[in-house]
């Protein structure tokens, strides 16, 4: 049995990536309803954010609607993966119990 992925492990970040596997594939969250969503602040979620993108878990994209920034955040394939294989690990444990 694979170890925890130790990126995707933390409460914040595993949130994080089941947000955004349920939202679909192709689907960006807003930074403001990811923030929302898990009652976080804006520094708190800005840095866990950090670290799933430098492994290559999401995608960031900034951009302005009108005058206003706009950030918004979507899964690649390979944080998909990563949070499939993560829940494979948690699963195998529960299976043993």
């Not at 049995?1 to 492990?9: L, Y």
């Not at 970040?13 to 594939?25: D, E, F, H, V």
């Not at 799933?52 to 950030?71: C, H, M, N, S």
């Amino acid at each position: 049995m694979a170890g925890p992925d130790e990126i995707i492990h933390q409460s914040v970040r595993l949130k994080i990536m089941a947000a955004l596997n349920a939202a679909g594939p192709n689907s960006w969250i807003e930074f403001t309803r990811m923030k929302s969503l898990l009652q976080t602040t804006d520094g708190n979620l800005g840095a866990h954010l950090e670290t799933l993108a430098k492994a290559g878990y999401v995608a960031i994209d900034k951009r302005f609607e009108g005058k206003r920034p706009q950030t918004r955040i979507k899964a690649t394939p390979a944080g998909r993966k990563a949070l499939a294989d993560h829940v494979a690990y948690l699963r195998a444990i529960l299976d043993q119990a």
